[in-house]
C-alpha cells in the first residue's frame, strides 16, 4: 500500500473542497485554499520521491497550473480533468506520466468501449488511467462523470475492472460521497477493490485519520493505495502529517505493465 500525493486545482488554485458540492445549483463548499502554487507542491513531492500523484484540474481556468505542476515534477504526477483523445497527447508531452480520463468515456452518460479502445491505440495502456469514481445507489457503486455530477450506466465491481484492465496502467476511484468530509472512509467500497487484483488502483475519499488508513490496508487486503486531502497538515488538517506519511507510505517501483486487451466489449 502506497500514499499517493494530490493537487486538487479549482480556478487555478490549489484547494480541497467537497465533492458532493460539485452538482449542478449548489456553492461549492471549500475546506482549504492554498496560498502556495499548485508546482510548490509538485516539488514537495519530487524531493520526498513520492510518484503517481494526481493532479486534478476541477473545471475550467485550472490548465496553466496544472502544467507549471507538470513541469516542476515531469514523469512523476498523472492528470486528469477534461482529458480527451485530442488532448491526451499534449498532456503527455507536458510531463505527465499518465492522464486520467473519465467523462469522456461515457458520451451521454453510457460507456463508450469504442473511445477507451481508441485513446489506448493512440497513447498506450501505460499512459492512461481509468477513473472510476463513484457514488452509491440502490445498493450498488456506479462511476459518476462530469465533475462528478451525473451518473453513469457502468457499475463498479470486479467485473467492470476486469472488463477495463487491459487498457489503463491503473485505476483511480473517489468514494464521492465522503469526498472532502473527513468523515471516514466508504468501507464498502475499498472493500469492494480489495477482492480485486490486477491493477494497482488508489482509493481517495473521507481519510480522516491514521485509523482510517489503517482500515485501508485491512479492507483492501494491502493492494490499495491511498490519497488523503483535508485531513493533512499541507492541505490545512491536522490530523495527519504530511512528513509521517511520506516516510511510511512512500515511493515504490511502480508496476503499470499493461496485459492484453481482450475484457473489453463494444
Not at 458540492?21 to 463548499?29: A, C, D, F, K, S
Not at 489503463?168 to 480489495?194: A, S, T, Y
Request: glycine share 14%; with cysteine; net charge positive.
Amino acid at each position: 500500500m502506497r500514499f499517493r500525493p494530490c493537487i486538487d486545482l479549482h480556478q487555478g488554485k490549489v484547494k480541497q473542497i467537497v465533492g458532493a458540492t460539485l452538482e449542478n445549483g449548489r456553492r461549492v463548499r471549500v475546506n482549504f485554499e492554498a496560498r502556495r502554487s499548485a508546482d510548490w507542491y509538485a516539488r514537495l513531492y519530487r524531493n520526498d520521491g513520492l510518484t503517481g500523484g494526481h493532479v486534478i484540474m476541477l473545471g475550467p481556468g485550472n490548465e496553466e497550473a496544472a502544467r507549471q505542476a507538470l513541469a516542476a515534477w515531469p514523469q512523476g504526477l498523472q492528470v486528469g480533468g477534461g482529458v480527451d483523445i485530442d488532448n491526451a497527447g499534449a498532456w503527455l508531452e507536458a510531463g505527465a506520466a499518465a492522464v486520467i480520463v473519465t467523462s469522456w468515456l461515457f458520451p451521454g452518460g453510457r460507456f463508450s468501449g469504442q473511445r477507451l479502445a481508441a485513446l489506448g491505440r493512440k497513447i498506450g495502456a501505460r499512459h492512461l488511467v481509468i477513473d472510476l469514481s463513484c457514488r452509491r445507489r440502490n445498493g450498488r457503486y456506479w462511476v459518476v462523470m462530469d465533475r462528478w455530477r451525473t451518473f453513469t450506466d457502468l457499475p463498479v465491481t470486479p467485473e467492470t475492472l476486469d472488463r477495463l484492465a487491459g487498457f489503463c496502467c491503473e485505476f483511480l476511484v473517489h468514494g464521492v460521497d465522503v469526498e472532502g468530509r473527513c468523515q471516514g472512509i466508504e468501507n464498502d467500497l475499498v472493500k469492494l477493490l480489495g477482492r480485486w487484483s490486477g491493477r494497482p488502483v488508489t482509493y481517495a475519499g473521507g481519510i480522516r485519520s491514521i485509523e482510517d488508513i489503517r482500515l485501508i490496508e485491512e479492507l483492501g487486503r494491502g493492494a490499495v493505495d491511498f490519497t488523503v486531502g483535508s485531513a493533512l497538515d499541507i492541505f490545512g488538517g491536522s490530523a495527519l502529517k504530511y512528513e509521517q506519511l511520506a516516510a511510511a507510505f512512500g515511493p515504490r517501483p511502480g508496476n503499470c505493465r499493461p496485459v492484453g486487451q481482450d475484457h473489453l466489449r463494444h
